[in-house]
């Protein structure tokens, strides 16, 4: 009995002991947290797992039950642990730069330069978390387009107008709409929503010269111009043309209202259009898709960022190459409705709605979502400023616009 | 040295008290702390005074969202024990069939807030809900927007959390009723007095206790009620219905702004220690009597 207990506790030692030690033998790995969990997004993570997995190393995947927040919940306190993951899913943008400055992310330009990943990559998606000296500290994987305008063909037949290409049009088209019974446009006011509904208005309004002007320069010519009280004057009428039910509903009820053409469109991302499949809808019959205005594309840009792990890392170079594969970025894209951020990846098979964007960033026309270039307490201050624009009439344009002026103007 | 029960009875609550003292204590006065940093998306330890105070005050959003903490607070426990009194009363009197009454009016406690937020929201949404189907019977007028009107949709807030807590109230006071002494209704009834002057002058007061648990369990409703706005009206239209919690949570978790948040935060806690400090009073008060 006592020999047996011996035996016992020198097996705990050594195993105790085997954990302690690096494993020197066992294959490298890489700790991703990610919150792709619903049916398309699960199946798009997976082809990044595969790929990470034939190069050799072990995939090993940190999904928190309540999404995103919960994901940077995890993220901080492993970091605040000195026990930092090889991987956070993320949108691109101010997030990476800020904790890159805190010396929390690895600089990975040097990599990916190294290995030729990153030449075929838009330079907004990089420059939207690079310092000015250039270190990069995030990957971007694949692109969501912002400002699609999803639109109900039998509405806009009934109406007897054709589907608009630019706001001065649709403001045209909508008292056509409106005597056909239809309501013009489908609005969920919830601060992210109105956001895209503002963002695509003011896009279209200045181009892409005056985007870089006013949210990466922060150029107060731009910010105080005329342009922004134009956006909020259409973004006035949109409210008053909106069904009652807009307040606080979501994307997807709101989108319903387009799929079933009670309402002519509604301006969302393009998320939106796999929805709209779902819904059992037929593209090209029942609904299209078309650029919200304007003839830039805005995408969100979603990616990895990439902690700093204190040493050289095969598990995570593995997981940056995987990442960085075209094919493996088709791929995903394909099962995530988004298209890739290498602008030479294959676009066989994706929609068509995609393929309308994925021209336009090969050509250049491309621009990050807003978001990324302000902080999310100005992004914050602002989906506040839609929100009480939209609600309250008494609130004019030229205030609206003021104050929006002086929230990216002070936004650092 | 002979070790006593209480001895061992206090070595063995060392852990939990520890852990409420770092846990919770440690936690607040963390929070404090940072409330007078000016900590964006991870916690800095540079002193910034008040300044997270001034923009705090300053910004129409934490007025508007402070404002209704009392508006939404004040209405809806009001209604809650107006509504679960009557109720028991109701009950009380010996209704027929009073279980399946009980379980009807009990049974909305039992879902979420979450739940409760959505099921009214789709009802009271004008172009898709309760509105729309009356409409679509012939009544073109019929008009049922209390969601989309700012000024009024801090009462489709109280509407459905009277509708959840009510049962609630009603199920406390209830057992508070049935366990007042058979004896002193019958000297009620020798000396005359009417039921509705019993309830008012003899039965109530005696309940007096159940009242004020009542009144702290719908308190700490209001305080964190976050669920609700956020399911029901996400704190609009604008920001008509926002309040503190949400207010502060936004700040936290999706806006980065760690000090403002924490101001708001410490702000929150101030109002709730205060108020519960007045309902101690009004315990004592019912107490004493």
């Known amino acids: 009995m006592q020999q047996k207990n011996g035996a ?57 039950p309540d999404g995103g927040a919960g994901a940077r919940a995890l993220f901080t306190s492993r970091i605040g642990g000195g026990d930092p993951p090889g991987a956070l899913f993320a949108s691109v943008g101010k997030e990476a730069i800020d904790l890159g400055e805190q010396g929390i992310l690895r ?20 420059e939207i978390a690079s310092l000015e000296s250039g270190e990069l500290y995030a990957v971007p994987l694949a692109f969501e387009t912002q400002n699609f305008m999803w639109y109900s063909i039998p509405a806009f037949e009934a ?113 939106a259009g796999g929805e709209l499949a779902a819904m059992g809808e037929t593209y090209g019959t029942d609904w299209g898709c078309a650029m919200a205005g304007g003839d830039t594309w805005i995408v969100g840009t979603t990616g990895f960022m990439i902690p700093d792990l204190g040493q050289e890392s095969t598990g ?12 493996t970025q088709t791929a995903f894209s394909i099962d995530k409705g988004s298209i890739p951020s290498r602008t030479d990846a294959s676009t066989e098979g994706l929609s068509e709605c995609s393929l309308k964007v994925a021209e336009g960033m090969a050509e250049g026309r491309g621009l990050p979502n807003p978001n990324a270039l302000l902080s999310g307490d100005a992004a914050g201050q602002i989906g506040d400023l839609l929100m009480n624009f939209w609600a309250d009439t008494s609130v004019t344009p030229e205030s609206a616009a003021a104050q929006f002026a002086d929230i990216i103007l002070n936004d650092f | 040295m002979a070790i006593t029960p209480q001895a061992t009875a206090r070595f063995v609550l060392v852990p939990t008290i520890l852990l409420t003292v770092v846990g919770y204590y440690g936690s607040i006065l963390w929070t404090i702390g940072l409330s007078f940093t000016p900590s964006r998306i991870l916690p800095v330890s540079r002193w910034a005074g008040l300044d997270m ?92 927007d209390l969601l989309s009107s700012p000024e009024r949709a801090i009462f489709t807030l109280v509407i459905a959390g009277v509708w959840h807590s009510a ?86 978790f999706e806006r980065q702004s760690v000090g403002l948040a924490s101001a708001a935060a410490t702000l929150l806690l101030l109002t709730v220690v205060v108020l519960f400090a007045l309902v101690g009073l009004l315990r004592r008060r019912g107490e004493a009597a």
Not at chain 1, 44 to 55: G, T
Not at chain 2, 222 to 243: I, K, Q
Request: glycine share 10%; charged share 15%.
């Open chain 2, 53 to 144: 105070y001034e923009r705090l005050l300053s910004t129409e959003r934490w007025q508007v969202a402070y404002t209704n903490l009392f508006v939404f607070g004040g209405l809806y426990i009001g209604f809650c024990l107006a509504a679960g009194l009557l109720l028991a009363i109701a009950l009380d009197q010996g209704v027929k069939g009073r279980s399946v009454y009980q379980t009807i009016f009990l049974y909305p406690i039992a879902l979420s807030f979450i739940v409760t937020g959505l099921a009214w929201r789709w009802l009271l949404n004008p172009t898709t809900g309760l509105q729309d189907y009356v409409r679509s019977l012939g009544f073109e007028s019929f008009s049922l």
């Open chain 1, 8 to 64: 016992r506790v020198g097996r705990a030692i050594a195993l105790a002991c085997g954990t302690a030690l690096p494993a020197v033998t066992a294959a490298e790995e890489v700790e991703v947290i990610h919150w792709l969990v619903t049916g398309g997004e699960s199946a798009a993570i997976q082809h990044v797992a595969d790929k990470v997995e034939d190069l050799g190393t072990t995939w090993v995947e940190l999904v928190p």
């Open chain 1, 316 to 327: 995570q170079d593995d997981f940056v190459r995987a990442l960085l594969d075209p094919a």
């Open chain 1, 159 to 271: 109406a007897g107008v054709e589907p608009p290409t630019g706001w001065g049009e649709f403001l045209a088209a909508a008292p056509a709409l409106q005597e056909a019974g239809i309501i013009p446009i489908a609005v969920g006011a919830q601060p992210w929503q109105l956001n895209i509904l503002h963002f695509s208005i003011l896009t279209a309004e200045f181009g892409q010269d005056g985007f870089n002007a006013l949210y990466r320069d922060q150029d107060p010519a731009m910010a105080e111009s005329d342009a922004i009280v134009e956006s909020f004057r259409i973004l006035r009428e949109l409210s008053v043309l909106a069904d009652q039910g807009n307040s606080n509903r979501s994307w997807n009820d709101t989108l319903s209202l387009v799929a079933e053409g009670r309402a002519g469109l509604q301006v969302m991302g393009s998320w």
């Open chain 1, 107 to 126: 600089d990975i330009r040097p990599f990916v330069e190294a290995e030729g990943l990153i030449d075929s990559v838009p330079a907004f998606a990089l």
């Open chain 2, 167 to 252: 049962g609630l109230v009603m199920v406390i006071l209830f057992a508070g009723l049935q366990s007042v002494d058979q004896e002193i209704w019958r000297a009620g009834r020798v000396d005359g007095i009417p039921r509705h002057r019993m309830y008012r002058h003899v039965v109530l007061p005696m309940l007096w206790p159940m009242v004020v648990t009542c009144l702290v369990l719908l308190g700490m409703n209001v305080v964190r009620s976050y669920d609700l706005v956020v399911a029901l009206t996400g704190g609009g239209p604008g920001f008509s219905t926002d309040v503190p919690a949400k207010f502060i949570v936004d700040h936290y």
